[in-house]
């Protein structure tokens, strides 16, 4: 089993729409998580970290599960430009552990 | 501003060459610094961990004697891919991070070509 587990997608949705991504993880004691967002042929760039209240950043909202060990991102409004690679990051004790990443398009 | 910069961007070499690539951390003294490696529609595949000072960890699978890694300064890591041969061709990244909060900074990577 993968430590970091991600569905790789690819998730085509229309402008507007919402999307929500998961993401699972096999070391219950990761201590931090991200969300990373990497466009085609670029470097990952953060999004957003992921706390424990869950948190939200303009139409982006992310969660965390500790007791099902999962963590989610949920997009509103779908942009053009939301069109990225989301890769999961957990880190534990400055070992970070990348998803294979989920792969959205937004169609206009 | 940029924290990390990777140099070079892009490199097209020929069979048997080697490459070096560096990376810059231009915000804060990196005493560790990561390098991955990414092939087309794959996710991030880190190959070591460069440790100032020492030599750099490894992970299984990754040859030490063909990815050389140097980490000369606090702000200075590079990664020479030694005899390159086109199964190498990938895009490299480095990265540093911050120990407090954990975030990532990555270089902008450098994508390897080897004809």
């Known amino acids: 089993r993968k430590e970091v587990e991600q569905d790789p997608g690819p998730f085509n949705v229309p402008e507007g729409a919402t999307v929500a991504f998961n993401c699972t993880y096999s070391?219950?004691?990761?201590?931090?998580f991200f969300w990373y967002r990497q466009d085609c042929r670029k470097e990952p760039k953060l999004l957003m970290s992921v706390y424990s209240s869950g948190n939200e950043d303009g139409r982006f909202t992310a969660q965390l599960n500790r007791a099902s060990q999962y963590i989610s991102l949920l997009i509103r409004d779908s942009k053009l430009s939301d069109s990225a690679t989301y890769l999961c990051v957990v880190n534990r004790n400055n070992d970070m552990r990348f998803g294979a990443g989920t792969r959205l398009t937004v169609k206009p | 501003g940029a924290v990390v910069s990777q140099h070079p961007s892009r490199v097209i070499c020929k069979s048997g060459t080697s490459v070096k690539i560096e990376c810059r951390s231009l915000d804060f003294q990196a005493t560790t610094m990561f390098w991955y490696r990414q092939f087309p529609k794959k996710s991030l595949m880190l190959m070591a961990t460069?440790?100032?000072?020492?030599?750099?960890?490894?992970e299984q699978g990754v040859e030490k004697d063909k990815f050389l890694i140097n980490h000369a300064s606090l702000t200075l890591s590079t990664l020479t891919v030694t005899s390159a041969h086109p199964e190498d061709s990938s895009f490299y990244i480095c990265?540093?991070?911050?120990?407090?909060?954990?975030?990532?900074?990555f270089g902008e990577g450098s994508r390897l070509t080897v004809l």
């Open positions: 990265s540093v991070q911050n120990l407090n909060t954990g975030e990532l900074f």
């Open positions: 460069s440790n100032e000072g020492s030599k750099a960890t490894y």
């Open positions: 070391n219950s004691a990761s201590q931090s």
